[in-house]
């Protein structure tokens, strides 16, 4: 709920719970002001990227090459989404809550990246007509009990309004880690025609404009074989939001 729209009982009665459960930075448990943020040193050991980005994959750009300009592997081998924006460079320090949120059950981080990834994505909310998670395929499911860009997509489509459409792409391969392929080109192999869009799902596809939903990109090459899937099967375009990607130097 944002302040502003709070009632005076509303306000109250934050006050009261906050008195009873302070709310803590959701990474090391100190005292914050806010619920679901950060203390100012958690704050200022993730790298948010917040600067000039190639237009298509969201790389940071060392210097402001001027909007519209695209990285050279964009340029060399376009992806299939249109665009892809992360909140964080995935580094040692974005990995713990990143990692965390994934494999250890941290459910409550959902409700603050959500919020990042509101402010981060505005401009892709704004042209998407569905929120789409990258699914895990069932046999990864099963073990994990859940899943992460699932968890994000719901909390992202209850802040935006936009519906949550978690079954419109499956993941039909169960493909090894993309984090354990030695290169881009085994990355690209390995999620090649791991998705599919359901034949009985398509009609309501057909020149829809996709939000996807990821928690890291690593060379790109799972939201780009997803963002193919889902044009083949009609979707007009592909957005990709994630809360982390890997920036190589
Ligand atoms: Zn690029």
Redesign the pocket.
């Known amino acids: 709920m944002e302040r502003g729209v709070q009632t005076g009982f509303q306000r109250a009665w934050r006050g009261l719970v906050d008195l009873a459960y302070p709310p803590l930075c959701i990474l090391c448990r100190e005292p914050v002001a806010d619920p679901d943020s950060l203390c100012p040193a958690c704050w200022s050991e993730l790298q948010f990227i917040d600067g000039p ?7 940071p750009f060392e210097i402001d090459a001027g909007p519209g300009t ?6 060399a081998d376009p ?1 299939h989404f249109d665009r ?1 924006r992360a909140i964080l460079r995935y580094d040692d320090a974005s990995k713990k809550p990143v990692l965390a949120l994934k494999h250890a059950d941290r459910l409550d981080l959902v409700p603050a990246f959500a919020k990042w990834l509101d402010r981060a994505g505005r401009e892709l909310l704004a042209g998407a007509d569905m929120i789409v998670p990258v699914p895990l395929h069932r046999m990864r499911l099963w073990k994990r009990r859940y899943n992460q860009s699932a968890e994000l997509a719901r909390a992202m489509a209850r802040r935006s309004g936009l519906p949550l459409e978690p079954l419109v792409l499956e993941r039909v391969k169960p493909t090894p880690s993309q984090g354990t392929m030695p290169s881009a080109a085994a990355r690209r192999k390995n999620v090649a025609g791991a998705f599919r869009v359901p034949a009985d799902l398509r009609a309501g596809l057909k020149g829809r404009r996709v939000l996807l939903i990821d928690d890291v990109l690593t060379t ?1 090459a799972t939201a780009s074989a997803s963002a193919r899937a889902l044009k083949r099967a009609g979707a007009a375009s592909v957005f990709v939001l994630a809360l982390a990607r890997v920036v190589r130097a």
């Open positions: 980005v190639c237009v298509r994959c969201g790389l695209a990285c050279g592997a964009c340029i992806p892809a790109g």
